[in-house]
């Protein structure tokens, strides 16, 4: 799927992609939801998948709300760079271990839906524009949600995939 060009496109992409995932995660047992992949991989089960898309969800937010207030946000996240990515996504794991399945999915859905609202109240301009907002650097706005949706769930929809295909090849 080619990425995003339009409002329409990242707003029909998301929805396509949240879509699938959530098909997916439907489509098994309760029991095969909550177990663990064999793939040994830092998100282990769909509760550490979809609580990894939430978060990243709410960085974004809290990116948007700091950098249209005229801030500029620490992207990723404070203490972290892209090269060092690999230790905010250790410590976004950690922080959901004590959380239910059901919990996280209720608050991705409703992250989701968050981000999503904030496209809708946007301009093709306003979220596609390279260097409209000085938060964003060269980037346009929409680069970055589509990172943090449509683009990301694909990662999801593939990881639990591979996680499912193992498990039933396991046992």
Known sequence: MPRPKTKT???????????????????????????????????????????????????????YTEGMDGGRPAIPAKGYNWRTLPDLNREIWKKYQDHSLESIRK??????????????????????????????????MAAYIIGVLSSHYVWALKLIKKGKKQKKGGN
């Open 107 to 140: 608050a991705f859905s409703n992250s989701h839906a968050e981000v999503t609202n904030l496209v809708q109240h946007h301009s093709q301009e306003e979220l596609f524009e390279r260097k409209r907002y000085a938060w964003t650097g060269n980037n346009a």
């Open 9 to 63: 496109e990242l707003l029909s992409q998301s929805t396509e992609n949240l879509d699938k995932l959530n098909g997916l995660i439907n489509s098994l047992s309760l029991e095969e939801q909550l177990r663990d992949f064999e793939t040994p991989t830092m998100n282990r089960n769909i509760r550490d998948v979809l609580a990894h898309l939430h978060h990243w969800h709410l960085m974004f937010l809290g990116w």
